[in-house]
């Protein structure tokens, strides 16, 4: 038998060498995030282990699981740990070592393995660590199969099998960049500014982007998991300061950064200026809708409202749907729905064939920007930037918010703003055109100025974002309307930045 876990053990004491320790709340709605130490010790992660492994028996998927870990200092324990109770649960794992996890879901198709569990915290500060998990490629768990796990998990209900296996793949990322570099060269030389923040990516960006004949100039992608310079999240602004500062410096034509786990991208044009992914998927959508007429898409509903109002991908016919943020939303939408890729805002990006596998990978979404820049020949970056009708956007803001609150706070604001709606209040000044309460709310008035408040799925935090079509101040009197609303609830806590 194995312990049922406890919430919480104090540090340095025999009870927390020998029980184990998981926090509730770092079950998260589509993969799983705890601070290691003082969230969950190693023994807790056995125990997710062995929690997997019954649930993926319940699920009735074959018992073959493919991992890997991130590139932090305690990453490859964790993982041993998680391997320990995949296997005690009678999972025969295939470990592919120090990955992207782009290339755990690859691995999932390339070694023909139904399940996945790549430990990562992605772009979540230093301390934190996580399990991304899915047991039906390519897709990854939902809200159903988290809250069974974490039922599983926190029960102690852990059907320890035997019988398990562990076998380390010799050299997988080499197969991984094979695979998707195997592809026609690049035939307009770009000079890329490849950024890593010093984390995973690193280790295999630059070779990849040199292999489909990009100039590659390396930012900080030499591996540090202390991550000296800045955290390697491509909506974090010190990365992309140090992308705009890089283009500047060495006259490249575009910076492409990575995030912690690769699973993302983010862009900055040749004039230094970020781009935030949901214009970068707009720039996309517009090029693959012209090669396939009537071209369906996701974008998130943190996404600018171009995806629905663009002239050009009205005059293809494109389609786009908006729904929920997040990877495993995402990724199962675009799938449910037949959709040829996805575009989530924090850089997730999803492609359906002929260009992808269906789940999101910071590589293959930065050889989509390249491959658009190939198709326009003397168009820069920023042309096609500009190209774009004007709108004003913030970047995504993360009040703090306990994730015990943050869930019941969203409810309350979008009971707040359909009320509003029903009485015909206003909001910034003017009616509610539009409510979207798939994913938190989403608030747009008679101009098109729009406006977004969801939890967070994998911090404590609460999630804002505003757009205007008109103005920088339309766009700012939105925020203070949101503001406003979230200033009543006293557990809303300061933004990690503002406009």
């Known amino acids: 038998m194995f312990p049922k876990p406890k919430p919480s053990l104090k540090p340095n004491t025999y009870a927390y060498e020998s029980e184990p320790m998981v926090k509730p709340t770092g079950f998260r709605e589509y993969d799983a995030r705890w601070l290691f130490g003082s969230e969950i010790n190693l023994m807790g992660v056995q125990a997710l282990g062995l929690g997997l492994g019954t649930l993926i028996g319940e699920l009735g998927a074959k018992p073959e699981l493919v991992t890997g870990h991130d ?11 998680l391997v320990d109770g995949l296997i005690a649960a009678g999972c025969t794992v295939r470990d592919i070592g120090l990955a992207l996890t782009p290339m755990a879901y690859f691995a999932q198709f390339a070694l023909d393995i139904p399940c996945v569990a790549m430990v990562t915290a992605s772009h979540n500060d230093n301390g934190w660590t996580g399990v991304k998990m899915g047991a039906n490629r390519p897709l990854t768990f939902g809200p159903e199969e988290m809250i069974r796990l974490k039922d599983i998990v926190l029960d102690g209900r852990f059907k320890a099998k035997g019988g398990g296996g562990y076998q380390f793949i010799e050299n997988f990322p080499a197969r991984y960049i094979a695979d998707i570099t195997d592809r026609p060269k690049l035939r307009r030389r770009l000079k890329v500014v490849c950024a890593c923040g010093n984390g995973t990516a690193g280790a295999f960006a630059p070779q990849a982007l040199q292999k489909i004949g990009c100039e590659v100039v390396p930012l900080d992608c030499e591996l540090d998991h202390t991550f000296p310079k800045y955290n390697p999240n491509t909506e974090d602004l010190k990365m992309l300061h140090a992308m705009r500062d890089a283009v500047l410096e060495s006259g490249a034509d575009i910076a492409l950064g990575f995030d912690g786990d690769g699973d993302r991208c983010g862009v900055v044009d040749n004039e230094g200026e970020e781009i935030f992914a949901d214009k970068v998927g707009v720039m996309l959508a517009r090029d693959i809708s012209a090669k396939h007429k009537d071209a369906l898409f996701v974008a998130d509903v943190k996404s600018t409202g171009l995806f629905a109002t663009d002239p050009m991908l009205i005059a293809n016919g494109a389609k786009t749907d908006y729904w929920k943020t997040g990877h495993s939303y995402m990724k199962r939408r675009v799938n449910e729905i037949g959709a040829i890729a996805g575009f989530e805002k924090s850089g997730h990006f999803f492609f359906n064939p002929p260009f992808g596998r269906g789940y999101d990978d910071g590589l293959n979404f930065a ?12 168009k820069s970056m920023a042309d096609l930037k500009n190209a774009l009708p004007k709108t004003w956007s913030s970047p995504t803001m993360s009040p703090h918010c306990p ?10 604001v979008v009971k707040h703003f359909e009320t509003e709606k029903k009485k015909g209040g206003k909001v910034a000044g003017q009616a509610i055109r539009n409510l979207v309460t798939v994913n938190g709310v989403r608030v747009t008035v008679e101009d098109g100025t729009w406006g977004l408040v969801r939890a967070s799925s994998n911090k404590p935090e609460l999630v804002v974002v505003v757009e205007s079509p008109v103005s920088q101040a339309r766009m700012r009197e939105m925020f203070r309307a949101l503001d406003a609303v979230l200033r009543t ?9 503002t406009i």
């Open 71 to 81: 590139f932090r200092s305690y990453s490859a324990s964790i993982k041993m740990a």
């Open 367 to 378: 050889f989509a920007v390249c491959d658009m820049l190939d198709r326009n020949p003397g």
């Open 403 to 412: 994730d015990e609150t943050k869930y019941a706070i969203v409810e309350e």
């Open 489 to 497: 609830h006293k557990e809303v806590g300061e933004y990690n930045q």
